[in-house]
C-alpha cells in the first residue's frame, strides 16, 4: 500500500520567506504526483501536477520537484505572503490519488 | 458541466439515518473517485468508477457504505445507518481515461457530512 508522508506538518514564517515543503511516498511506481492548497472548510485548489517523466514544474512563485527514484517531492514557495497561509497537500497517483496529511503554513506579516 | 458538482454541499444527519451523496462528473470524463476526508487528514479513497463498473471499492470503510453509477456519469455515494465516525467531508473526483490529461482528476466542493 502506498504510504505518503509530509514534513513538517505545521510551519510558520515571516512574510517574504522561502517556504520548503516535503513529500515522501514508499512506491514508485505512480503516473504522477500533484500539489494542492485546502483553505480552511475549502475544497481542493489544484497547484501543480509532476508526471512521472519529469523533475519539476513551475507556476509562478511556486516549483515542485520529483525525484520518483528515492520516493520524494518538494515543493518550494519562492517570497512568502500572508496569503500563502493554508494547508499544502501531496498526492501521489497510481490510478488512485494518496495523499499525505499536509503541512499547515502560517505566513506572518 | 464546466467542473465536478456536488450536491448537497452540507447534510446534517441524525446518528442512524441513511444519507445520499451525489456527484455530476466532467462531461466525458470516463473515471471517476470518491475519498473521504476527515478533519485535520488528508483525503483517503474510498472507490473508483471506469463507466458504470465499480472496478475498486477496496476503501470503503464498511458495507454501510455504498456507491453506484448506473448509466456511467453521475454517481450517487450512499451511507446507511450513519455513525458518528462517518462524518468527515466527501469529495468526488473525475478524469479522462486517456489523451494528453488522462490520470488527471479534478475534484468536486465536496459534502460536508456532519452526523449528530
Known amino acids: 500500500k502506498q504510504e505518503v508522508t509530509q514534513i513538517p506538518a505545521a510551519l510558520s514564517v515571516p512574510e517574504g520567506e522561502n517556504l520548503v515543503l516535503n513529500c515522501s511516498f514508499t512506491?514508485?511506481?505512480?503516473?504522477?504526483l500533484q500539489w494542492f492548497r485546502q483553505d480552511p472548510g475549502k475544497g481542493l485548489t489544484s497547484l501543480l501536477l509532476?508526471?512521472?517523466?519529469?523533475r519539476e514544474q513551475t507556476s509562478g512563485r511556486l516549483n515542485a520537484s520529483l525525484d520518483k527514484s528515492s520516493g520524494r517531492s518538494t515543493l518550494y514557495i519562492a517570497a512568502s505572503q500572508p496569503g500563502d497561509s493554508a494547508t499544502y497537500l501531496c498526492?501521489?497517483?497510481?490510478?488512485?490519488?494518496?495523499f499525505g496529511a499536509g503541512t499547515t503554513v502560517t505566513v506572518r506579516a | 458541466g464546466a467542473g465536478v458538482s456536488q450536491s448537497p454541499r452540507y447534510k446534517v444527519a441524525k446518528r442512524g439515518q441513511d444519507v445520499a451523496l451525489r456527484c455530476d462528473p466532467i462531461s466525458g470524463h470516463v473515471s471517476l473517485f470518491w475519498y473521504q476526508q476527515a478533519l485535520g487528514q488528508g483525503p483517503e479513497f474510498l472507490t473508483y468508477?471506469?463507466?458504470?463498473?465499480?472496478?475498486?471499492k477496496s476503501g470503503l470503510p464498511s458495507d454501510r457504505f455504498f456507491a453506484e453509477r448506473p448509466e456511467g456519469s453521475v454517481s450517487t455515494l450512499k451511507i446507511q445507518r450513519t455513525q458518528q465516525e462517518d462524518s468527515a467531508v466527501y469529495l468526488c473526483?473525475?478524469?479522462?481515461?486517456?489523451?494528453?490529461?488522462?490520470?488527471?482528476?479534478?475534484f468536486g466542493a465536496g459534502t460536508r457530512l456532519s452526523v449528530l
Open positions: 512506491d514508485s511506481a505512480i503516473y504522477n
Open positions: 468508477f471506469q463507466n458504470e463498473a465499480q472496478l475498486d
Open positions: 509532476i508526471q512521472s517523466s519529469q
Open positions: 498526492a501521489v497517483n497510481d490510478y488512485k490519488l494518496s
Open positions: 473526483a473525475s478524469s479522462l481515461a486517456g489523451g494528453q490529461f488522462k490520470n488527471i482528476q479534478y
